[in-house]
């Protein structure tokens, strides 16, 4: 189609009917008024423990800024905007209230069901996510989203120097890192239960989490067989942090003083490089939340070094060889990118894997299968969530053998 005849296909979308050029028009005005500052005023409020200021219930704006030392007109002014879109409520004063009260102390506001799960303490927590998307260094990366367009390159290391995952090796951007392992644990409460029910881990006598974070996944199956063992692997940085934070506090929470198998002597932390080596010894092998990380090239390293440690797992036990067991298996558990038009959050977050990673990408269910299978594996199934809110699926392979 030529230029010409494309201006005049939108010009007569656009004069067609004046409400429909309106509505079209206040969508494209919505959406750019919305983007960065509803996401930014999430994370600031979460940054302020806002939310954690409201827990015990409504409070007037004046006393929020006070204790978050902020300007109260700007506050309210950004608090009002959040209950426009379901986070936070005003509570409407009466005129007599207003007219008594001086403005910040008629302005009130409550939790809504959404602002609780910005507090720190709640079950589900996702407060540590919003403080990741408020990053600096994440958002020097998205605001040069037209570097990554232009070169196909990602903008992180554009931006702050570094591929993202060596950025927060440095001592000096551990704040960051540790930012970025909490919100990947809170992803995790979010979505430990209907993974479990979609997929039988109680199968396994030992898995190995490989780039399991802070292992907060892992600890959940753990806890849910307690005759299993797990070992976690990642870098040693983020076990380090994991055996600091996460590990330490998870054992006393989940396991008490008295429970007899404690976590402890149940799971073996261990810090590597998955492009290296990775840990032997177990008998479900799991790469949950990583393939999207990284380009083809690297996913296929990753996933022959795991071929290798399984096919050395399958034959070694305890340390002793030539007894054989049955062939492990990999599970890999990731957001398969669906085909067509339809909405779907994974599309955002295949962006965000664009700009932040090293060729990283959500891909589909043929993308994954055929990496899968040019690394050496098998597909024994592929489980999709049985629901539209939750987004991983669970692929699970075996080492193809000669017979196979
Ligand atoms: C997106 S996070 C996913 C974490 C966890 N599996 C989850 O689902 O919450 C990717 C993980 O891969 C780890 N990682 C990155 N490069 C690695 C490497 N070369 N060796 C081991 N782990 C690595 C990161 O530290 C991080 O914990």
């Given at each position: ?11 007569k979308y656009?004069?067609?009917s004046?409400?429909?050029?309106q ?13 960065q ?6 994370s ?6 806002i939310?954690?200021?409201l ?18 007109d700007?506050?309210y002014r950004?608090?009002?905007?959040l ?5 936070f409520?005003?509570?409407v004063?009466?005129r007599e209230e207003k007219k ?6 008629a ?14 303490q ?7 996510f919003?403080l ?12 040069n989203?037209?570097?990554?367009i ?5 903008s992180?290391?554009?931006a702050?120097?570094l591929?993202?995952f ?7 951007n551990r704040?960051?890192?540790e930012?970025f392992d ?5 992803l995790?409460l979010?979505?430990?239960s ?7 881990f ?14 907060l ?12 063992h ?6 040693p ?7 600091e934070n996460y ?8 396991y008490?003083k ?15 490089d998955?492009?290296?080596?990775i ?9 949950k939340?990583?393939?999207?990380n ?5 996913v ?5 070094n795991c071929?290798r440690?399984m ?8 340390g ?14 990731e957001?398969i990118?669906?085909?067509?038009n339809?909405?779907?959050l ?16 959500l891909?589909t ?6 990496l ?8 024994l199934?592929?489980?999709r ?11 699970e392979?075996v080492?193809r053998?000669?017979?196979?």
């Amino acid at each position: 189609m030529s230029n010409r005849d494309q201006n005049s296909i939108c010009n007569k979308y656009a004069h067609n009917s004046v409400s429909q050029f309106q509505n079209s028009a206040f969508k494209i005005f919505d959406i750019l008024a919305r983007g960065q500052i509803v996401a930014q005023s999430i994370s600031i409020v979460a940054k302020l423990r806002i939310p954690d200021n409201l827990r015990d219930g409504p409070k007037s704006v004046g006393e929020m800024a006070v204790s978050a030392k902020v300007n109260p007109d700007a506050l309210y002014r950004m608090l009002r905007m959040l209950a426009s879109v379901g986070i936070f409520r005003e509570i409407v004063s009466s005129r007599e209230e207003k007219k008594q009260n001086e403005y910040s102390k008629a302005r009130r506001f409550q939790l809504t069901p959404t602002a609780c799960l910005l507090c720190s303490q709640t079950e589900n927590s996702v407060r540590d996510f919003a403080l990741l998307s408020g990053l600096d260094s994440l958002n020097k990366a998205t605001i040069n989203l037209l570097h990554t367009i232009k070169t196909g390159k990602n903008s992180f290391k554009y931006a702050n120097g570094l591929e993202m995952f060596d950025y927060f090796q440095r001592k000096k951007n551990r704040t960051d890192a540790e930012i970025f392992d909490n919100a990947m644990t809170s992803l995790n409460l979010s979505y430990k239960s209907s993974l479990v029910r979609l997929y039988d881990f109680s199968q396994f006598k030992t898995i190995l989490d490989i780039g399991g974070g802070q292992g907060l996944f892992l600890s959940h199956i753990l806890k849910e067989n307690p005759n299993q063992h797990g070992i976690l692997f990642d870098l040693p940085k983020v076990i380090q942090r994991a055996k600091e934070n996460y590990w330490a506090s998870n054992k006393k929470r989940i396991y008490g003083k008295s429970h007899h198998h404690s976590l402890n002597s149940r799971c073996k932390l261990i810090g590597g490089d998955f492009f290296k080596d990775i840990p032997y010894g177990a008998d479900g092998y799991i790469i949950k939340n990583v393939l999207l990380n990284w380009d083809d090239e690297s996913v296929t390293v990753l996933l022959r070094n795991c071929l290798r440690t399984m096919k050395r797992s399958s034959s070694t036990v305890h340390g002793r060889s030539n007894l054989k067991r049955p062939s492990p298996k990999l599970v890999i558990i990731e957001t398969i990118m669906p085909e067509g038009n339809a909405p779907f959050l994974g599309k955002f977050t295949d962006i965000l894997m664009l700009v932040l990673t090293r060729g990283g990408r959500l891909r589909t269910e043929i993308q994954l299968t055929e990496l899968l299978k040019s690394c050496g594996f098998n597909i024994l199934n592929v489980l999709r969530p049985p629901d539209k809110v939750s987004f991983l699926s669970v692929i699970e392979a075996v080492p193809r053998t000669r017979r196979s």
